[in-house]
DNA sequence: ATGAAAGCGCTAACAC
DNA sequence: GTGTTAGCGCTTTCAT
């Protein structure tokens, strides 16, 4: 900078005044500065000026992993908000719960970001005090917390919308497929869509069972494999399969599938997510905007950094919506046609 | 920092060095150090030791979307390596020509990071060469860069073993299903799996033919219709389609069952990935590591930036893998039983 | 409108 | 083994 302020004959305050554009500076300075910098392809340190003004110029996001449809949104919503706000986006996983008594052991977020986006945990009482005292703003995305900033749909209504879609549809013996993988404390929405399921059942006359809550536990096939076996070994297995994501009520069409169990014709099955795979699966879901999540998520970040009377306990709740494909059907159809479930793999040699 | 080493009653090079791990602390002061940050829940601000170390703590990634299954995998692989080492991740996408330009424009990685790697890009020259001046390594990921550190599949290969797989099968009509979206230049691999393709074919004694490459460049279901479209308007049709991606090669098998024509029986198809969803829909692919291939390159990464005399032009090559799956099966099959791509959706009311 | 100077919180010599 | 001190590259009073 001293170099910038040299070559354009000012000194490094008027550099810096410059390069922030702040309107105090004589056209002809900034000019100067501005070509100096150029010239000497000079950037801003970030480290340096966050020093001083106490900001780091990005947003931190927790998420359990990185791979997954609903993280790839959130992410690819927020990117385009930070860039515009000039943030930079520092992405931190946590798949366990080693992991995540690390990363709140360490607090990296502490003084390395002005926000921090906590994603789809469902955080202890402890653990979200703790953060509380962080001294930067905590966005909940996917998880009501009440008195912080939180993004969310409604899981309730958007699960009790799906459930009256197949209640419709004739079922009453209708599962629930509850996502358990990961370590506990991994799905905020979990309980919530099961009460959505459970009220919708209600609504339709049918006393909810337990039998009916099967949990995925074993990541994999295998996991979704167990799931569907159980469910097929009950006395009156269900009609339809109301699974909490749509990771698994793929997998669970592709397990029936391999069952030669047809899909809509003698089970149902329902999802949560409108993932980028659902329509190619003919899965009829319940979407959820995730995308959008992560942008209004980053807005509400960037108005909780730099306008400190934004309302730092505000709530978003975005839409969800039903999307009938071809996984859900009329119960008991048997013989209408071909399915969604069959298939025959091709031989080779 | 300063409170810390008054409560612990020593200096703040004590404290620094204690936090920092350094050995030369008696084991007296490092405990009451450790103490004292513990009580005032002290964190060493990375932007201040920075400043002075010229060390960021910090990498960089660059790639073209955030929720793609690629992008998803290798941050997968990167996070746990980065995690170990100490080191943040922070994260650019560039999904258009524009944001790409803007990000050389202010290449703000220049004093951000420690390394930065460059995922799924096919950079020109210029960019490239831009990078080289940036000061800290680059790596290119799923790019092979001569002289350069890069991490990458042979993806020639990998393509010749598929087509191999549906020569073996039969198949003399096989077409070439090329990812163009997204704008030019974001797909590297593109170029060598053709040729990979064309190597397999003249293997074959089939001479490779240019009405059987057809681009997709459409998002969403639109660009796959159309590229099917064009193949099933040939006056001789492929009876096997190999698609560059999985995402692009499971929406061909979509496409396909929407327009009730059998995969495998009258259209095999063969995907590049083994997403995640490739095995729910029985999809036959060569199979990529990605997440392996973000783990191999963040390793690369943390020898470049502490080890002086790492091999700056170090190139890592992964296998690939042919998975058989429903989707391919012999040519003219038809009426050899049911298919993937029968599919006839529930009704509804 | 511009410059001089005092730090921001840390690390790295250098003394002890 | 530990303390002192001089910066790292900026921003920000405070003068002018």
Redesign the interface.
Same mark, same amino acid.
């Given at each position: 900078m001293a170099d910038v302020a040299e070559r354009a004959g000012v000194s490094v305050s008027t550099v810096s005044r410059t390069l922030r554009g702040l309107a105090t500076v004589s056209p002809e300075a900034k000019r100067r500065v501005e070509d100096a910098a150029r010239e000497l392809s000079f950037?801003i $340190?970030?480290?340096?000026s +966050?020093?001083v003004t106490g900001k780091?110029g990005?947003v931190a996001v927790l998420a359990p992993? @990185?791979? $997954?449809?609903f993280?790839? +949104?959130v992410?690819?919503g927020?990117?385009p908000v930070l860039?515009t706000a000039g943030l930079? @986006?520092?992405?931190?996983?946590a798949s366990d719960l080693a992991?995540r008594a690390?990363f709140f052991e360490?607090?990296?977020a502490?003084?390395?970001a002005d926000a921090l986006l906590v994603v789809s945990f469902d955080l202890t009482a402890e653990e979200s005090a703790r953060l509380d005292?962080l001294g930067v703003p905590v966005v909940y995305v996917s998880q009501r917390s009440s008195g912080r900033p939180s993004v969310y749909v409604d899981d309730v209504a958007g699960a009790r919308a799906g459930v009256r879609h197949l209640v419709?549809?004739g079922h009453r013996r209708i599962a629930f497929l509850r996502s358990r993988r990961g370590a506990a404390g991994f799905t905020f929405s979990s309980r919530r869509r099961i009460d959505g399921y459970r009220e919708a059942l209600r609504e339709a006359g049918v006393e909810p069972s337990d039998e009916l809550v099967v949990d995925v536990s074993a990541p994999g096939?295998r996991g979704t494999e167990e799931a569907i076996g159980t469910l097929l070994g009950l006395r009156e297995p269900p009609t339809a399969v109301f699974a909490e994501v749509d990771?698994i009520a793929?997998?669970a069409?592709?397990v029936l599938r391999s069952a030669h169990i047809p899909v809509?014709?003698r089970i149902?099955v329902l999802g949560f997510d409108d993932h980028?795979?659902a329509?190619?699966?003919?899965l009829t879901t319940v979407a959820q905007p995730a995308?959008e999540l992560g942008r209004v998520a980053g807005e509400l970040a960037r108005a909780l950094i730099d306008d400190p009377n934004a309302d730092p306990t505000a709530h978003r709740e975005l839409p969800t919506s039903l999307i009938?494909?071809?996984?859900?059907?009329?119960v008991g159809?048997v013989g209408?046609?071909?399915?969604?479930g069959?298939?025959?793999?091709?031989?080779?040699?």
């Open positions: 950037v $340190s970030r480290q340096a +966050s020093l780091t990005s992993t @990185l791979n $997954s449809w993280t790839g +949104s992410l690819a927020l990117g860039r930079d @986006l520092l992405v931190y996983s992991e690390e360490q607090l990296p502490r003084r390395n005292g419709n549809l096939r990771q793929i997998e069409i592709g809509p014709d149902s980028d795979m329509q190619w699966m003919e995308v009938p494909r071809g996984s859900t059907g009329p159809s209408a046609g071909e399915s969604v069959s298939v025959e793999p091709g031989s080779e040699g």
